[in-house]
């Protein structure tokens, strides 16, 4: 692995183009390629300097990949090309189907585990950031669904108003690539969730400079 971060894109639609835009502006994170299951003439990157190729000779390039984005669809597309190509690389993915998170942590799992890669799942705002605030907010106030005194009355509220929900999910995706990078460097394998993943990891700042800027 390089200092400089090598990431490549799994489906070009909105996603993926919000992906690739957002890369371009994080200098520590390069994207080296776009898989498609469409023709590779057909695919128009933002940047036509970056190669497109066939879904099908993904396995071809696994040494030249640190992380894999995965921008397919939670219905069809995740479920199995998580798994397919959790043996290859390291992986990203915003799977959004919250009553199927458990059995598509397990076959990722499996998978990470048999090659020694990481999987880190439903990365996005929902799921994804906004279950970080909702462990916050019953983990902070356990009891938030009742009130106890007038003395003591708090209120954890999160709003966001997007004005692109791909590009967000997609800043969201690169920010968790960069820490999967990090966790995999580290000797990590195996199936994450954002519950899993400290906050410092997605940053490109130090730990010294998360210090000192931000506590």
């Known amino acids: 692995m390089t200092d400089q971060i090598r990431v490549a894109i799994a489906g070009y639609g909105n996603l993926g183009r919000g992906v690739e835009a957002s890369l371009a502006q994080n200098p520590d994170m390069e994207l080296i390629c776009v898989f498609s299951r469409r023709d590779s003439a057909s695919v128009t990157l933002l940047d036509r300097k970056v190669p497109v190729y066939a879904m099908a000779d993904v396995e071809q390039y696994q040494d030249e990949v640190d992380v894999m984005i995965l921008c397919g669809g939670s219905k069809a597309d995740l479920p199995e090309q998580g798994p397919y190509l959790t043996q290859f690389f390291n992986t990203v993915d915003s799977f959004d189907t919250h009553a199927k998170v458990n059995e598509h942590f ?14 880190l799942l439903a990365a ?92």
């Open 106 to 119: 397990a076959a990722l799992n499996d998978a990470a585990q048999k090659s020694g890669n990481i999987a």
């Open 124 to 215: 996005g705002w929902d799921p994804g950031l906004a279950s970080l605030n909702r462990l916050f907010g019953e983990t902070i106030l356990p009891e938030s669904n009742t009130d106890t005194d007038t003395q003591n009355k708090q209120i954890i509220e999160c709003s966001l108003a997007l004005g692109s929900n791909f590009e967000f999910t997609a800043r969201v995706l690169v920010a968790y690539a960069r820490a999967v990078f990090r966790l995999a460097r580290s000797g990590e394998i195996g199936a994450k969730t954002v519950f899993d993943v400290a906050p410092g990891l997605l940053s490109p700042k130090s730990p010294s400079q998360l210090r000192k800027e931000l506590l």
